[in-house]
């Protein structure tokens, strides 16, 4: 056979590529993509950045239509429920730990889902050192409690985030920090 004629350190990286092609479908519920959502009502089009990690969980990050960013966590599907009033808390990195939306609203949820609005677009530009942060982040570590007195913790890799966002907001967008410099 033409296999057994390769010699032995090409057959084990031959296997080891094989063997990599094997667990790409796993590995891509952790990348970024960009799916099209189209209202029923309206016929209006929004492109959402998403991204599924390995446990189930879901992050959207969208354009709404009027013009706010928003970033939606989503529970895996079953039984599990976020506690009544509590939203769960965000951390990009090593940042600072957040469960508010920009301006120190609250986030909005709902049984398996909780949003932050993460900034709004003016005259082509986002003003958000969140956003900035997920586009160029590592990971993203969601805490929370759910309805039954647990606590969960999950998180999603930032990789190919900044990407998915540019095609869901529009290339045209430019994105700054809220930091002002002294």
């Known amino acids: ?9 090409r057959k084990m990286v ?14 891509s519920l952790a990348e970024w993509n960009v799916i099209t959502h189209k209202d029923t009502d309206s016929n209006e089009e929004t492109n959402i950045a998403y991204s599924i990690n390995e446990s189930g969980y879901s992050l959207e990050i969208y354009r709404d239509s009027v013009d706010a960013i928003r970033s939606r966590f989503t ?3 079953g039984l599990l429920a976020f506690a009544d009033k509590s939203c769960p808390t965000y951390q990009i990195d090593r940042g600072n730990p957040k469960n508010r939306s ?6 909005l949820a ?4 909780a949003e932050f609005i993460l900034g709004y677009i003016e005259v082509d530009e986002i003003t958000s050192s969140t956003l900035l942060a997920l586009m160029n982040g590592i990971t993203i570590t969601f805490r929370f409690q759910l309805a039954n007195g647990d606590y ?4 999603f890799s930032l990789q190919g985030s900044k990407r998915a966002m540019t095609i869901a907001f529009g290339h045209d967008i ?9």
Request: include cysteine; glycine fraction near 8%; charge should be positive.
């Open 1 to 9: 056979m033409i296999l057994d004629s390769i010699h032995p350190s």
């Open 14 to 27: 031959r296997g080891l590529i094989l063997h990599g092609l094997l667990l790409l479908p796993f590995s």
């Open 75 to 77: 529970l895996t599907k």
């Open 102 to 107: 920009i301006n120190d609203a609250p986030c």
């Open 110 to 113: 709902g049984k398996q889902w």
């Open 152 to 155: 969960r913790e999950t998180g």
């Open 174 to 182: 430019r994105i700054t920090s809220s930091v002002v410099n002294p």
